[in-house]
């Protein structure tokens, strides 16, 4: 694989990279083996390859696991993809959006997914059980997986996302590696689901729902940010909602001051 290759199958099926879609082609095949590594591929794994793109590291992820699930939106791609793979018979191609498309089981996601895919990609993986994800992602984007409290990259998916899966950032990848250019730098993210979750949430669909409202108040106190999600869910006057606060010795710290187990503690005292 290279950039003449990429430019060259372009070039052939009239394909304009389009960069709102994310289409991004990487041309550097160098570092498929340490996304292989990382994920510790072997003959027995399921592999989704989420926006598998011309199927260049599908094509490699076949000849290391037992079957890849490679998932493409775009229809002249897809023909592309399906050129590039036919003579590879443990490649199953989805067309369509990857969180509406029905799929295969698959146990592990090793994949370069469009950067304006990535929050709901991630909410995505934590509603499916897996073993593992290997992802390529926007630096940026890939930091708020890991924020620490009271930052500016802390937010609703850390928080969601320290409930569900350890993460660690890897291999910073620079923007040269894909064609076209991004604007940015990507890094590859390691994502591994916990066997049991790290603190106690009696309501992981309300936990996700009272998490996300609150940060879009991240600066507010507590009561003021959460009155109206109590207000509208459960009734609350502003009274009951002081009563219910008044038991968490963090009721008077902002949102952003809350760690991800705190909000659990909500959770968990509205549903007791």
């Given amino acids: 694989m290279s950039f003449f290759k990429t430019k060259l199958l372009l070039k052939e099926r009239g394909i304009i990279p389009n960069k709102k879609m994310g289409q991004h082609f ?31 590291l599908t094509k490699f992820l076949a000849q290391i696991c037992g079957k890849v699930v490679a998932v493409e939106k775009d229809s002249k791609i897809v023909e592309a993809l399906k050129d590039q793979l036919k003579s590879i018979n443990n490649v199953a191609i989805v067309k369509g959006d990857l969180l509406k498309v029905v799929l295969p089981r698959f146990n592990k996601v090793v994949s370069i997914p469009p950067y304006y895919l990535s929050s709901r990609l991630i909410s995505w993986l934590f509603m499916h059980k897996i073993d593992c994800a290997v992802l390529i992602m926007q630096k940026a984007f890939a930091e708020r997986l890991s924020a620490r409290v009271n930052t500016e990259a802390y937010g609703w998916l850390t928080v969601i996302t320290q409930y569900y899966a350890k993460i660690a950032l890897l291999d910073e990848i620079i923007s040269e590696t894909f064609y076209p250019k991004p604007e940015v730098d990507s890094v590859i993210v390691q994502i591994s689901p916990w066997a049991s979750p790290p603190f106690k949430v009696t309501d992981p669909k309300l936990f996700r729902l009272i998490v996300k409202h609150l940060f879009s108040n991240r600066n507010k106190k507590l009561a003021n940010a959460i009155h109206p999600f ?43």
């Fill in 26 to 56: 990487m041309i550097d095949s160098s570092l498929f083996p340490k996304l292989s590594e990382y994920a510790s591929l072997n003959k027995t794994d399921v592999v989704l390859d989420a926006g598998a793109g011309f199927g260049f």
């Fill in 230 to 272: 109590l207000k509208k869910k459960f009734n609350f006057s502003k009274l009951n909602t002081e009563q219910f606060l008044s038991i968490f010795p963090f009721h008077e710290k902002r949102v952003r001051q809350l760690s991800a187990e705190n909000f659990g503690e909500l959770i968990n005292g509205l549903t007791k």
